[in-house]
């Protein structure tokens, strides 16, 4: 007999109460070991980047786009250990730099960073590993997402109208 099971939203069949507890037993199994493996890859990078951080060798990082969530991001470099913005895009360069003072960047920071109009040249850049994609824009988002599959660079879209 074929019949919705209580609180799912699937048909199963039903032989007995052992069928369904070994059916839930599995899902149980499943998400225990989900999350296990998840907590063994959040340990793995956290030793990934612990060794970076001993051997000096920071997660080098290309910010697209200093408007506010690039501000957002922006705001937390200080305090991240390993974590080194080498090159900020945005379309007008000066504001980009008056984003970062604005959100706690010191001098020094900021001398050290090199500020362009041109989020393509931030991909090129060889010493970039990681490019924040935080323009807002869909169709530029898009663009600068292939331009650093392209270029072998990972991404993290902020660009929430171009992450679908």
């Given at each position: 007999m074929l019949r919705r099971?209580?609180?799912?939203?699937?048909?199963?069949?039903?032989?007995?109460?052992?069928?369904?507890l070994r059916i839930f037993g599995w899902?149980?199994?499943?998400?225990?070991?989900?999350?296990?493996?998840?907590?063994?890859?959040?340990?793995?990078?956290?030793n990934l980047i612990s060794q970076r951080i001993d051997n000096n060798k920071p997660v080098k990082v290309a910010l697209i786009g200093a408007g506010k969530f690039g501000s957002m991001f922006l705001?937390?470099?200080?305090?991240?250990?390993?974590?080194?913005?080498?090159?900020?895009?945005?379309?007008?360069?000066?504001?980009?730099?008056?984003?970062?003072?604005?959100?706690?960047?010191?001098?020094?920071?900021?001398?050290?960073?090199?500020?362009?109009?041109s989020g393509i040249r931030a991909i090129t850049k060889s010493e970039v590993e990681v490019v924040v994609e935080a323009t807002g824009h869909p169709s530029a988002g898009i663009l600068h997402a292939r331009e650093a599959f392209r270029y072998g660079k990972h991404i993290v879209m902020v660009n929430v109208e171009a992450d679908v």
């Open positions: 099971s209580p609180g799912l939203n699937f048909p199963t069949q039903h032989f007995d109460n052992r069928c369904r899902h149980a199994l499943f998400t225990i070991l989900y999350t296990f493996s998840e907590s063994l890859i959040n340990m793995f990078l956290q705001s937390q470099v200080p305090t991240t250990p390993g974590l080194e913005v080498v090159i900020i895009a945005d379309l007008i360069p000066d504001n980009a730099k008056k984003a970062c003072k604005n959100v706690g960047w010191n001098d020094d920071l900021i001398s050290n960073t090199e500020f362009v109009d």
